[in-house]
């Protein structure tokens, strides 16, 4: 057997046993080019669309493929029930690459490069975490025709619904565990934010379904962040993304999922948005399911969460 056609017996024999394909693309635009893993499912299933997946802020797309203690991630789970996946990379974090003004880089830059990849795969469905939320929330009203459907997780709503904070490190700060602000932190225009361990345990890893025995190789996995998408995330001087018209991103099916101890994302504060938007809205002690936190991929119980979305995405027929 050749060489060529021993890698591609190899690599049809690991799609076989993972039930997918995994490649990768560039994307994005001039400015801000995007990295993107694909996982294409061996077996497609006719009528699911392609889901690309939006990390949020300090993590990369690694996030949606794998956990830390090495469980299969999101990405292959939804591959392996017939679905394209496309997992990127913001701009300036993981394999995307990162120019001198990455301390600049806003959630409009990101929407803006993101709509070429969506050009690209065609008619699809989002899954936002966090601060990815308010870019997602951006591509759907821009690109209305293509986005046919959009999960949040513990995401971050448009700053329509949010208050603004002082452009004041000493006020931001003194919010800063207050759960109606958003636990907001501060962040210096000037240079690149980096969190330490502390700040992990404090809002990523603080519940009993975080796989904390990984705590250490999930913290390796961190990266440092734009300091405007941070002032965005929490509207601080008003700097957060509006949207111009809620009711066209409620033209399409929304689910919103919340875990029961996330500090930034109580009941509240993500039943409010999915009512602003017209969307779902899960919480889900009220499913039974409690002691998730805001990394609901990387809890021990991924797969069921996983699984309620799969479930929503295929009742609404995309």
């Known amino acids: 057997m050749r060489e060529d056609e021993k890698r591609e017996?190899?690599?049809?024999?690991?799609?076989?046993?993972?039930?997918?394909?995994?490649?990768?693309?560039?994307?994005?635009?001039?400015?801000h080019p995007i990295y993107a893993d694909v996982l294409t499912p061996v077996?497609?299933?006719?009528?699911?669309?392609?889901?690309?997946?939006?990390?949020?802020?300090?993590?990369?797309g690694a996030a949606y493929l794998t956990t830390p203690d090495g469980r299969p991630g999101w990405a292959p789970y939804f591959a392996r029930h017939g679905r394209s996946v496309y997992v990127i990379d913001w701009p300036g974090h993981g394999r995307s690459p990162a120019g001198p003004g990455f301390h600049?880089?806003?959630?409009?830059?990101?929407?803006?490069?993101?709509?070429?990849?969506?050009?690209?795969?065609?008619?699809?469905v989002l899954l936002a975490h966090s601060a990815g939320g308010p870019i997602a929330w951006q591509l759907a009203e821009n690109q209305?025709?293509?986005?046919?459907?959009?999960?949040?997780v513990a995401p971050g709503g448009?700053?329509?619904?949010?208050?603004?904070?002082?452009?004041?490190?000493?006020?931001?700060?003194?919010?800063?565990?207050?759960?109606?602000a958003g636990c907001p932190i501060y962040s210096d225009p000037g240079t690149?934010?980096?969190?330490?361990?502390?700040f992990i345990r404090n809002y990523w890893a603080n519940t009993p379904r975080f796989p904390v025995e990984a705590l250490d190789r999930y913290a390796r996995s961190i990266v440092g962040e734009s300091p405007?998408?941070?002032?965005?995330?929490?509207?601080?001087?008003?700097?957060?993304?509006?949207?111009?018209?809620p009711a066209v991103i409620g033209q399409r099916p929304i689910l919103i999922m919340t875990g029961e101890q996330d500090p930034r994302?109580?009941?509240?504060?993500?039943?409010?948005?999915?009512r602003y938007l017209g969307g779902d809205f899960c919480f889900l002690p009220d499913l039974g399911i409690t002691g998730n936190g805001h990394m609901l991929m990387l809890d021990d119980n991924s797969d069921d969460l996983a699984r309620l979305i799969d479930t929503w995405l295929n009742e609404k027929g995309i």
């Open 265 to 274: 994302h109580p009941r509240k504060t993500d039943e409010a948005l999915a």
């Open 144 to 152: 209305s025709g293509l986005i046919k459907g959009i999960v949040g």
């Open 9 to 31: 017996h190899g690599t049809a024999a690991l799609g076989l046993a993972t039930g997918h394909m995994h490649g990768c693309l560039y994307s994005g635009n001039t400015a």
């Open 104 to 124: 600049t880089l806003s959630g409009h830059d990101i929407a803006r490069s993101m709509q070429s990849l969506v050009e690209e795969i065609g008619p699809c």
């Open 192 to 198: 690149v934010f980096y969190v330490d361990v502390e």
């Open 228 to 245: 405007r998408i941070l002032n965005e995330r929490f509207h601080i001087g008003g700097a957060g993304l509006m949207v111009q018209n």
């Open 43 to 60: 077996q497609p299933v006719p009528g699911r669309l392609p889901m690309v997946m939006i990390h949020g802020a300090f993590h990369t």
């Open 158 to 180: 448009p700053a329509n619904i949010q208050k603004a904070l002082p452009d004041d490190p000493e006020a931001v700060a003194a919010l800063r565990f207050d759960e109606d």
